[in-house]
């Protein structure tokens, strides 16, 4: 298995424009959550789908991110428009029932 | 409601000397932990897990952690330190008591192992 795999590695855009992170989880595991990590505020869950159902979204800072899983091998996340405080490091991680996360490598977002 | 304390910023070490990374915990049912090891430009990385039986887990890199009930802690050890485990570590809780749904990870502890 080649692990959780995440697009793209990084992404460099203007603030306001509309950005889409992609995840693919691993096979067989039916959780897949969203987490984005900042020196200032650590590791933050954001959102976490169970079967492609979102389950929590508490952790969405405001409407302008959105997550969906259309299906089991995959998941987005979009910012739409994008500000320079929602740079950071976003990963994607998935899990089966009662197992360990299994992190992809992140996608390093930077909004100037 | 379920929460993670590592109250080290930072651990230094020099090489062949054990280190201990602090853990503590709180949930309201049974929890489940885990230690994560995240390297410079790279995701988190699973290391070991606890979630019944013997309260001494062993996990990868020769790393260990001791579940504690009474004291609520899950201390990370290695008998002898390595240059190359010089990483961030995150303790990490799933309070099964809550629905076990979620994981909650600490503020992470770096570690810095010195030649």
């Known amino acids: 298995d080649a692990g959780v795999i995440q697009s793209p590695r990084h992404e460099v855009t203007e603030m306001g424009q509309e950005v889409t992170l992609r995840c693919k989880p691993i096979s067989g595991h039916d959780y897949l959550f969203w987490y984005r990590q900042t020196m200032m505020r650590g590791l933050e869950l954001l959102i976490y789908?169970?079967?492609?159902?979102?389950?929590?979204d508490s952790g969405m800072p405001e409407d302008r991110f959105s997550a969906k899983m259309p299906n089991a091998s995959f998941s987005t996340l979009k910012i739409q428009p994008s500000e320079p405080r929602d740079s950071a490091v976003y990963f994607c991680?998935?899990?089966?029932?009662?197992?360990?996360?299994?992190f992809g490598s992140g996608t390093r977002l930077t909004v100037v | 409601a379920q929460s993670v304390a590592q109250p080290e910023d930072q651990v230094n070490v020099a090489e062949g000397n054990p280190l201990t990374v602090k853990c503590t915990y709180s949930?309201?049912?049974?929890?489940?932990l885990f230690w994560y090891v995240q390297y410079p430009n790279r995701g988190l990385q699973f290391l070991l897990k606890?979630?019944?039986?013997?309260?001494l887990v062993k996990g990868s890199y020769g790393f260990e952690a001791e579940f504690n009930k009474s004291q609520t802690s899950f201390h990370l050890k290695k008998p002898s330190a390595l240059v190359s485990d010089s990483a961030l570590y995150f303790c990490a809780v799933r309070d099964m008591g809550a629905g076990g749904f979620k994981t909650i990870f600490g503020a992470g502890t770096r570690l810095f192992v010195k030649a």
């Open positions: 949930v309201s049912g049974n929890p489940y």
């Open positions: 606890y979630i019944t039986g013997d309260n």
């Open positions: 991680a998935s899990r089966s029932q009662g197992g360990g996360y299994t």
């Open positions: 789908f169970n079967n492609n159902v979102p389950i929590d």
